[in-house]
């Protein structure tokens, strides 16, 4: 597939990482020549320098041969302007990403008088992401597969809970819960665990399963951390709107603790339900005075990502209640996974992977099978979901019998609403969704899992 990228900041290197694997043909523009020169440098791309709204640009970059067009550059209007240039020139699907408040009020309507394919806004998505572990604060982590049937969850193994020196097949066997366990991280090992495997505290479980299922084997394992009630965000960015909005909505009360006190007007205005301080959250005394102690959920949403992950740590150390941390830089990913924060958000990364699923699906239509795509360990665990359309040699065959490559697991089968955990006997058949989670990454294809 031949995609062209417009802007090479953050978001342009994260998708230019992540689809640089896919065999796709991919050309940059950037109006910073460094840029430019750094992406050719790491990545077999192409790369023009210039104005990537100008229709000249455009055409130099070979617009009239792109199948997908993303405009990812600091600005919503050179980014909207950007697609309507490439529907002229070419005739190929376009992405914008938009991020101000004003413009996402108006995104379906954008997207459906530009004829866009998708606008994708960072903070909206972070916010969404943010929203969906405060509502379920036993897991780090949740992604959806099968239009929301299926859910992945990621919780760490606390101290003394029962599922310690229980074996990975004893979660059936002995619990009775009909989840599986599709990753176990440990330190710096990560496993994609056999029947046999021993849980140890302090292990980062990876589960998929039905929603009702997970929350069943949740309480059947005493990992309990109550509904959050009211929430402290400190920082009152866009991404604090977005999910003021999305919490005041569900019943969850909001304060919100804010440097500038312009903002703050604005936030008062905008989010009558919620309450809005006119304070410095970095300072231990307005955190204490405002309640952290007594918070079911903290979030750090400020500017600056060491001041973000101090805080955290901070209020890691007063509550036991669900704690968020907003990260933007993505090169020092591995580090930070080691300070044990909770969950952490990087708003580029979530914009990326919405991005990358898109060019998946189109693929779909162009004969790869992959439905959606999700990175649970940045370019090393991929979990894939693929729906079967065609014959192929996995169908009718007991998956025991399958040889599949290393590190390779059969998650989950859909098969008309019904969710069904694998066992060695089941067959997949025509129409399933089937999730596999696999440390063989890029995967186009179900056939891709299976030994030649």
């Known amino acids: 597939m031949n995609i062209m990228i417009v802007g090479c900041g953050k978001v342009g290197q994260a998708l230019i990482e992540q689809l640089a694997d896919e065999g796709d043909d991919i050309t940059v523009i950037d109006i910073e020549e460094r840029k430019i020169n750094e992406a050719t440098r790491k990545y077999d791309v192409m790369g023009i320098v210039g104005n990537g709204a100008t229709h000249s640009i455009q055409i130099e970059a070979g617009i009239e041969h792109t199948d997908l067009m993303i405009a990812v550059t600091a600005s919503d209007e050179l980014n909207l302007l950007c697609c309507l240039v490439a529907k002229k020139a070419g005739r190929c699907q376009t992405i914008a990403r938009v991020r101000s408040p004003e413009y996402s009020k108006d995104a379906p309507y954008l997207q459906e008088e530009l004829r866009l394919a998708m606008v994708i806004n960072p903070e909206f998505a972070a916010a969404g992401e943010i929203a969906r572990v405060i509502r379920f604060p036993s897991a780090v982590k949740i992604d959806t597969f099968a239009k929301g049937k299926l859910e992945l969850l990621k919780f760490r193994l606390p101290e003394g809970c029962i599922l310690t020196d229980y074996m990975v097949k004893e979660i059936s066997t002995k619990l009775k819960c009909d989840v599986l366990v599709c990753m176990i991280e440990r330190g710096d090992e990560i496993f994609i665990p056999g029947g046999d495997m021993t849980f140890m505290q302090g292990d980062m479980i990876s589960i998929i399963a039905a929603p009702q299922n997970a929350s069943h084997f949740f309480r059947k394992i005493n990992y309990h951390s109550g509904q959050v009630k009211n929430v402290i965000i400190a920082g009152g960015g866009n991404i604090a709107y977005y999910l003021s909005k999305i919490l ?87 580090i930070i996974r080691k300070l044990d924060l909770d969950s952490i958000v990087n708003p580029k990364n979530i914009t990326a992977e919405y991005i990358v699923r898109f060019v998946r699906a189109m693929k779909n239509s162009m004969g790869s099978n992959v439905e959606t795509l999700y990175s649970l360990i940045k370019g090393k665990v991929e979990a894939a979901e693929f729906v079967i359309r065609e014959r192929s040699p996995i169908l009718d065959i007991p998956i025991q019998e399958l040889r599949f490559k290393p590190n390779v697991l059969i998650a989950c089968i859909v098969r008309e609403n019904r969710v069904i955990i694998p066992r060695g006997q089941d067959r997949i058949q025509l129409g399933d969704s089937v999730v596999v989670v696999s440390r063989q990454l890029g995967l186009h294809d179900i056939c891709d899992i299976l030994e030649k």
């Open 248 to 334: 005041l909505k569900a019943g969850i009360s909001v304060k919100i603790i804010e440097q500038n006190e312009r903002r703050c007007e604005e936030l008062c205005l905008d989010l009558p339900k919620a309450t809005i301080i006119h304070g410095d959250a970095s300072e231990k005394e307005t955190l204490l005075e405002e309640g952290i102690d007594n918070t079911g959920a903290f979030v750090a949403l400020t500017n600056l990502d060491e001041e973000n992950i101090l805080l955290s740590l901070f209020a890691k150390s007063r509550i036991k209640g669900k704690i968020v941390t907003k990260v933007n830089r993505i090169e020092y990913d591995e």
